[in-house]
């Protein structure tokens, strides 16, 4: 069993950043790939990036170039960069763990586990 617990979302301005950390109980953590979701009002949740249990990464085209993911499996914990924010990327942002060590997909059933979410307001 895993436990998710995000933090570090906020208000920020446009042009701004933030940094959000998902912080895992369990001991196989490690061998886990660890997805960013988010979710606005209205929409459907969506991948904004995920790392392999060996940190290859992958991003949503929106975010390339704006967006870091990276893990630290001595601590247990994935962070989520986010520079350069533009209001679009409001939204809830989640982050989940998947049993499959390389690449789930972008599909949020793929996702085994899932922390309860942070907010990230962008202002223009």
């Known amino acids: 069993q895993v436990q998710l617990v995000e933090s570090g979302g906020g208000l920020v301005q446009a042009g701004g950043s933030l940094r959000l950390s998902c912080a895992a109980s369990?001991?196989?953590?490690?061998?886990?790939?660890v997805g960013w979701f988010r979710q606005a009002p209205g929409k459907q949740r969506e991948l904004v990036a995920v790392i392999s249990s060996s940190s290859t990464t992958n991003y949503a085209e929106s975010v390339k170039g704006r967006f870091t993911i990276s893990r630290d499996n001595s601590e247990n914990t994935v962070s989520l960069q986010m520079n350069s924010l533009k209001p679009e990327d409001t939204a809830v942002y989640y982050c989940?763990?998947?049993?499959?060590?390389?690449?789930?997909?972008?599909?949020?059933?793929?996702?085994?586990?899932w922390g309860q979410g942070t907010q990230v307001t962008v202002s223009s």
């Open positions: 369990g001991r196989t953590f490690s061998r886990y790939a």
């Open positions: 989940a763990a998947s049993t499959s060590s390389y690449y789930p997909g972008a599909r949020p059933l793929m996702y085994q586990y």
